[in-house]
Structure formats: structure tokens, C-alpha cells
């Protein structure tokens, strides 16, 4: 039973397990649920999707499996008149009532709903006379007539769109959405605590061993547990980076919410002997590059943003830059620095599908060793991995 | 025993069904959601409607996994020893209790609520695996096996700050709560403020879900912020025509401390305001 629903799950990617399968029969064979399609979707969801990033892709996987099997939503039979009224009486205030005058009359209206009722065939969508969903005709549910009668919402044989088919998860799923507290959540998978600095715990398991030992009791103190990831941030800025802003700055605001140690520096295109901290005073106050490299320890890690679309004689060649002549080309620079940062990442905004089509990033795609990631959810968590992982 | 929601909680239906299940198979319920959406809620109206007992087991970031079974303490014993105290002599006298063992030997069914399960280190979860799927746990001190007599009802709140292991989620079922609809939201306000006029609920629902469709907002007001702020205007006698100004864009929603918690957020409302204002002379 339902093992093709399984197999269709993991082929979309949700990890469902056999365990889950069974925790699905037992609860089925349980009676958790009653007969209707929706709390047989509920409850699979409940079972098999664990991440709400995957909810969307859940609902798609159930609607392509149980499609024919649970069926389309076609009103039949004869609709009581005084159901009708019902549920027309429940949405309307009386004013609105009056409002309907200008349709017609009150029996004229339930009359056509009636018979649009019977002659309609399948779902709709739109348009402006049938019943269904985001239309204009005063039938039908989430349209914009505001004298419509509304069909569905509570009865549930004549709802016009399953559940599962309005896709209401679709802007969690991972691979989209990025608001500055995701982004912090990404971030926190680099968290790496260390004990450092001052001893101002107690260390209640070296005390009863040291007491036991010595036979008094002998105190044992240890610093806290702080995070003790440091982070070196170099964001481009300005030219193709301009559509990006919006995005870099939710980063770099949860950036600097989550870690102690962060230093970051701009760059223009491609990184040279020289970047800066403040935008306004680029010409004046620049880092040499080399003074960053001697300051920060090779325990920093390093993370780049940046589209990486310039020309290819920027990385390739020396007095390549848009901006001044340098004397050594910005691919030397690129891999000086991550000779020094053995844990880098260079974080993309442009679509990564697009990547291919420009030189300049598949050159630094090279220099970075393949560890260019995109700017989503998604891109952040495997770029924060990547970083954490030991080299 | 079916959990239907209570006077005082509006449940959706896929949250009635992942509740049932997970009360009737005896999983953990795994939950997740926006911050304010009723989380750590839900555990207490689970534990109404069921009649049951709540033990809740709040988590931080120093929070260890042993905590919740049990705590040997040490240092007690210590001082009766060199005290020349008799009781020195029984160790479980130094045994104190965690959430968990209270829960397994809880007289009545309870519900135990472990909240905020993401905000531990992340082996927390790992070491609850075998405890929370046996439902059993060995005391080292004592020798002493713990064991439920009945599964307690566990339910499990996650911020999301930290990913949960594969192992601990395949043990759980998961809902997460979805930010309420506007007709969701009508009967929510509706279960906190009985009879509050309709037109206020309208307005204020209408600039609720404007403010919370201004792009860039860090963060958004959720459930909780909603009622916080409809508490105010009906304490404050708000007069109806406050309300009326309908473009959140021309003036910033009265008494907004409520709603946006976020000095950068206020100043974007402003910074809205100004422009508007501006824009219209």
C-alpha cells in the first residue's frame, strides 16, 4: 500500500524512510483519521515531511500520485435551495444583501448560481462567469466581485481547489527565500565553540575528580564556552552588483547579529592590493591587501560575495582592472588569499544556472577550488559547510 | 480522545490531525513555526484538552541532554561526607530527578513539553534518541532502570536555529504552523476578545496585513504581536477613526511599539511616512 507514494517522495528528494511508511500504515490502521482526502494528506504530511522547506515539494509529489485517485472536485446532484441560502446568509451582511440588487433580484441570482452549478464541467480557473477560483464572476471562492457568493471554505464536497493544490508552502521551500533571519540561521551552522579566555566557570566534573584524588577539595575552574568562529566578509560593490543590494545587506545585517569575529572589506569586481571599509572614502582609505593578510590568523575563515562577472582580463592579467593599473592581476590575488585561508567560500547572487555563460566566473570558479556557491537558502547552508568543514 | 482545539485555541484541521496521530501513536510532535504563532500554546492546550498534566522542560543553549533523566549531585554529597551526615551512605538520596523521569512516572498521563529544542547543542537530540523511542533510560548510579509505564504525550518546539539529525526527526512527526489566514486570524481574535466590535477587528486586521506585506520589514509582527496590540487599542479606547487612515504608507499604524519590535523597522515606517508625505504636497 502506497509504496509508489514512497518511491515518488524519495525520487523528489524528501528523505522518507520506511519507518515513516509504517508510522504512516500504523497511524491509518489506528483510525487517526476519518475517510475524507484531507486528513489523509495531513497526516502524510505530518509523517513523511520534516522540514518545512520540503512542505512544497510534498504537496506537488501528492498531487502528481493521487491525481485520478482522489477526485477532481465536480459539483453534482441538486443543490437545496435553502443550503444555498445558508451559506449565502453567512457571508453577507445585510447591506451587502441590498447590494446584490444591482445584479437582480435575490431569487434571480440563486436561480443562475444554480444552473451554472449544473453546467459546469471540472475545475476553473479565472475567467469572469464559471465558478471557481480567482475569477471575477460574483460564483466561486478568493474572487474579486465583492458581492460574490463564496462556494467552499467549510463544505467540503464542494471546494473548488485541494489543499494540497494551492501550494501555500511555496515561498518557504529552501531554495528561495532569503530574509535576514534565515540568513542567521544559515549562519549558525558555522558556529564553532571553543573554551578560550578567562577561567570564570566552575568545572564541576575536574573538581570531584581532582577531589578525589587529592583527598580536599580542590576547586577547577575553566573559561566559558564562546563561539569562536572568526569570519572574514569581502563584498564587491557597485557596476553589476547593484541589483544584488538589497540581498547583500540583509547578509551582511545578520552577518554582524552572529558573529564576534567578523572583518569585512568591499572590493570592486576583483580583489587587488588594495580594499576598503567605508564606500564613501574608497579612494582615500584603502587596506593594502597585504596588511589584511598579515592581520588576520589563518583561522579566519574567508567568504567573498560577488557576481564574478567582469572582464576575464581582470583575473588573468596584470593592469586588467576597470578602476586603476594594477600591477598584479586579480586572479594572483585570489589565490594568495586562499593559499593563506584554507577555508573559503565565494557566495554568488547571480543565478546558478547563468554561471556557465560568463568566462570570469568559471575562472574563479576554478580558483576558488569549486567552492562558489549561489546566494539562497540553500547555497548558504552548503557555502557555511563548506566552511566548517576540517582541512 | 481527540484533540479538537479548545475555547481559548483555534487549531486548523491539519493541525487537529498531526496532534491526533501523534497522541494516539505516542510520537513526539515535532513543531515549528513563525515566533508567535502558538508554539509552546499548543503544548499547554494539548495538555487541557486531554485533561493531563504538563511538564515542561524549557532548553538552552547550556541545557545537556543527561539534564532532563537525571542529576547526580555530587557536591551535596560531598559536603554530607565531610559533614559526617548518615544519609551520605544512600546514593539516591543525590539522584534529582529530571523532566523526563517525572514524566514516565507521572501517576496520571502527562504531557511533557520540551521547548525550544534547537536552541541546545547539537548532540542534544541525538542523546534523547533511545529515551524518547523506548521511553526508558538507566540510572549508572543506582542501577536502576527507569521505564514508562505509559508513553507520555511528548510535544517538541523548534526555532529552527539549528538543523534537527535525521535519526531524532524520523522519530517525531512534524506540523508546522503556518501564519494564520485572515479567517483564521478573525476566529483567533475572536477566542481572545469575545465580542470586540467587528469594524475594529476589520481595520485592524486590514493594517496588520499591510504592515506585514512592507518588503524589508527584519521582523515581521506575528499572532502574539497582534493580540498584544489589540489589548492596547481596546485599553487605550482607541477612537475608531485612528484606524481610518488606511495607507500604512502616509502614517505610521498608532501605538506600532506593539507590533514592530525593531528600531530599523520603525524608521522604515517613517522613513514611508516622509516620503508619502512629500510625494502628496
Given at each position: 500500500m502506497f509504496i509508489s507514494f514512497l518511491d515518488a517522495l524519495r525520487k523528489a528528494g524528501i528523505p522518507a524512510s520506511p519507518k515513516e511508511h509504517l508510522a504512516l500504515l500504523e497511524a491509518l490502521d489506528a483510525e487517526v483519521i476519518g475517510q475524507s482526502p484531507e486528513e489523509f494528506y495531513y497526516l502524510a504530511r505530518a509523517i513523511y515531511v520534516k522540514d518545512e522547506g520540503l512542505l512544497d515539494r510534498f504537496d506537488q509529489v501528492f498531487a502528481t500520485v493521487f491525481k485520478g485517485v482522489i477526485g477532481e472536485?465536480?459539483?453534482?446532484?441538486?443543490?437545496?435551495?435553502?443550503?444555498?441560502?445558508?451559506?449565502?446568509?453567512?457571508?453577507?451582511?445585510?447591506?451587502?444583501?441590498?447590494?446584490?440588487?444591482?445584479?437582480?433580484?435575490?431569487?434571480?441570482?440563486?436561480?443562475?448560481?444554480?444552473?451554472?452549478?449544473?453546467?459546469?464541467q471540472g475545475r476553473h480557473q479565472g475567467g469572469n462567469k464559471w465558478i471557481g477560483t480567482g475569477g471575477t464572476s460574483p460564483f466561486g471562492n478568493g474572487g474579486y466581485n465583492p458581492e460574490g457568493v463564496r462556494i467552499g471554505g467549510e463544505s467540503r464536497h464542494k471546494r473548488a481547489i485541494k489543499v494540497w493544490e494551492?501550494?501555500?508552502?511555496?515561498?518557504?521551500?529552501?531554495?528561495?527565500?532569503?530574509?535576514?533571519?534565515?540568513?542567521?540561521?544559515?549562519?549558525?551552522?558555522?558556529?564553532?565553540?571553543?573554551?578560550?579566555?578567562?577561567?570564570?566557570?566552575?568545572?564541576?566534573?575536574?573538581?570531584?575528580?581532582?577531589?578525589?584524588?587529592?583527598?580536599?577539595?580542590?576547586?577547577?575552574?575553566?573559561?566559558?564556552?564562546?563561539?569562536?568562529?572568526?569570519?572574514?566578509?569581502?563584498?564587491?560593490?557597485?557596476?553589476?552588483?547593484?541589483?544584488?543590494?538589497?540581498?547583500?545587506?540583509?547578509?551582511?545585517?545578520?552577518?554582524?547579529?552572529?558573529?564576534?569575529?567578523?572583518?569585512?572589506?568591499?572590493?570592486?569586481?576583483?580583489?587587488?592590493?588594495?580594499?576598503?571599509?567605508?564606500?564613501?572614502?574608497?579612494?582615500?582609505?584603502?587596506?593594502?591587501?597585504?596588511?589584511?593578510?598579515?592581520?588576520?590568523?589563518?583561522?579566519?575563515?574567508?567568504?567573498?560575495?560577488?557576481?564574478?562577472?567582469?572582464?576575464?582580463?581582470?583575473?588573468?592579467?596584470?593592469?586588467?582592472?576597470?578602476?586603476?593599473?594594477?600591477?598584479?592581476?586579480?586572479?594572483?590575488?585570489?589565490?594568495?588569499?586562499?593559499?593563506?585561508?584554507?577555508?573559503?567560500?565565494?557566495?554568488?547572487?547571480?543565478?546558478?544556472?547563468?554561471?556557465?555563460?560568463?568566462?570570469?566566473?568559471?575562472l574563479i570558479r576554478e580558483i576558488m577550488g569549486d567552492r562558489m556557491f549561489p546566494l539562497t537558502l540553500q547555497g548558504l547552508d552548503e557555502a557555511a559547510r563548506s566552511l566548517s568543514r576540517k582541512r | 480522545m481527540r484533540f479538537?482545539?479548545?475555547?481559548?485555541?483555534?487549531?486548523?484541521?491539519?493541525?487537529?490531525?498531526?496532534?491526533?496521530?501523534?497522541?494516539?501513536?505516542?510520537?513526539?510532535?515535532?513543531?515549528?513555526?513563525?515566533?508567535?504563532?502558538?508554539k509552546t500554546v499548543l503544548a499547554h492546550e494539548i495538555a487541557r484538552a486531554l485533561n493531563a498534566p504538563?511538564?515542561?522542560?524549557?532548553?538552552k543553549s547550556t541545557t545537556r541532554a543527561i539534564q532532563g533523566l537525571y542529576e547526580y549531585d555530587a557536591v551535596a554529597r560531598l559536603r554530607d561526607g565531610q559533614l559526617g551526615d548518615p544519609r551520605v551512605?544512600?546514593?539516591?538520596?543525590?539522584?534529582?530527578?529530571?523532566?523526563?523521569?517525572?514524566?514516565?512516572?507521572?501517576?496520571?498521563?502527562?504531557?511533557?513539553?520540551?521547548?525550544?529544542?534547537?536552541?541546545?547543542?547539537?548532540?542534544?537530540?541525538?542523546?534523547?534518541?533511545?529515551?524518547l523511542d523506548r521511553m526508558e533510560f538507566h540510572v549508572y548510579e543506582t542501577g536502576e532502570t527507569v521505564k514508562a509505564h505509559e508513553r507520555p504525550v511528548v510535544v517538541i518546539t523548534s526555532n529552527n536555529e539549528k538543523e534537527l539529525p535525521d535519526?531524532?526527526?524520523?522519530?517525531?512527526?512534524?506540523?508546522?504552523?503556518?501564519?494564520?489566514?485572515?479567517?483564521?486570524?478573525?476566529?483567533?481574535?475572536?477566542?481572545?476578545?469575545?465580542?470586540?466590535?467587528?469594524?475594529?477587528?476589520?481595520?485592524?486586521?486590514?493594517?496588520?496585513?499591510?504592515?506585514?506585506?512592507?518588503?524589508?520589514?527584519?521582523?515581521?509582527?506575528?499572532?502574539?504581536?497582534?493580540?498584544?496590540?489589540?489589548?492596547?487599542?481596546?485599553?487605550?479606547d482607541m477612537p475608531m477613526e485612528v484606524l481610518a487612515e488606511k495607507d500604512i504608507r502616509k502614517a505610521i499604524p498608532p501605538l506600532h511599539g506593539a507590533l514592530l519590535k525593531n528600531e530599523a523597522d520603525v524608521m522604515l515606517f517613517e522613513q514611508l511616512a516622509f516620503l508619502a508625505r512629500r510625494q502628496g504636497s
Open positions: 472536485p465536480t459539483p453534482e446532484g441538486e443543490i437545496p435551495e435553502d443550503w444555498l441560502k445558508a451559506v449565502t446568509e453567512k457571508f453577507l451582511t445585510p447591506e451587502e444583501m441590498e447590494a446584490i440588487k444591482s445584479l437582480g433580484s435575490w431569487d434571480e441570482i440563486m436561480e443562475t448560481l444554480k444552473k451554472r452549478l449544473e453546467e459546469q494551492k501550494r501555500e508552502f511555496r515561498n518557504l521551500d529552501n531554495s528561495i527565500e532569503l530574509g535576514t533571519r534565515n540568513i542567521k540561521v544559515a549562519l549558525r551552522r558555522l558556529r564553532r565553540f571553543a573554551r578560550t579566555g578567562a577561567a570564570d566557570e566552575l568545572d564541576l566534573d575536574a573538581t570531584i575528580a581532582g577531589t578525589a584524588r587529592k583527598g580536599y577539595l580542590d576547586i577547577n575552574m575553566r573559561p566559558e564556552r564562546r563561539n569562536a568562529v572568526k569570519l572574514l566578509l569581502f563584498l564587491d560593490v557597485g557596476g553589476s552588483m547593484d541589483p544584488f543590494i538589497k540581498l547583500c545587506e540583509e547578509l551582511f545585517s545578520a552577518a554582524t547579529a552572529e558573529f564576534k569575529h567578523l572583518e569585512f572589506f568591499y572590493f570592486h569586481n576583483c580583489v587587488y592590493e588594495g580594499v576598503w571599509k567605508d564606500n564613501r572614502r574608497r579612494f582615500q582609505e584603502r587596506t593594502p591587501t597585504w596588511d589584511v593578510l598579515h592581520k588576520f590568523g589563518h583561522d579566519y575563515k574567508l567568504l567573498f560575495v560577488g557576481d564574478a562577472q567582469m572582464s576575464p582580463y581582470e583575473i588573468t592579467h596584470p593592469g586588467g582592472s576597470v578602476e586603476h593599473n594594477n600591477p598584479e592581476a586579480g586572479g594572483v590575488w585570489l589565490q594568495r588569499m586562499t593559499g593563506v585561508y584554507a577555508s573559503a567560500a565565494w557566495l554568488n547572487p547571480v543565478p546558478e544556472a547563468q554561471w556557465g555563460y560568463s568566462q570570469s566566473t568559471r | 479538537e482545539g479548545t475555547q481559548d485555541y483555534v487549531a486548523t484541521d491539519d493541525l487537529k490531525v498531526a496532534v491526533n496521530a501523534a497522541v494516539t501513536l505516542r510520537r513526539p510532535l515535532l513543531v515549528k513555526g513563525e515566533p508567535g504563532t502558538g504538563l511538564i515542561e522542560w524549557h532548553v551512605h544512600d546514593i539516591s538520596n543525590y539522584i534529582r530527578k529530571g523532566k523526563l523521569w517525572e514524566a514516565f512516572t507521572a501517576p496520571t498521563l502527562p504531557v511533557l513539553l520540551i521547548d525550544e529544542i534547537d536552541k541546545a547543542d547539537i548532540e542534544f537530540p541525538n542523546d534523547l534518541l533511545q529515551e535519526a531524532f526527526l524520523r522519530r517525531c512527526f512534524f506540523h508546522y504552523i503556518a501564519f494564520p489566514d485572515r479567517a483564521t486570524m478573525e476566529k483567533i481574535v475572536e477566542v481572545h476578545f469575545p465580542g470586540i466590535q467587528k469594524i475594529l477587528v476589520g481595520k485592524a486586521l486590514d493594517l496588520f496585513y499591510d504592515v506585514r506585506d512592507v518588503p524589508g520589514l527584519k521582523k515581521k509582527p506575528s499572532t502574539s504581536e497582534l493580540i498584544d496590540w489589540l489589548k492596547l487599542l481596546l485599553h487605550e
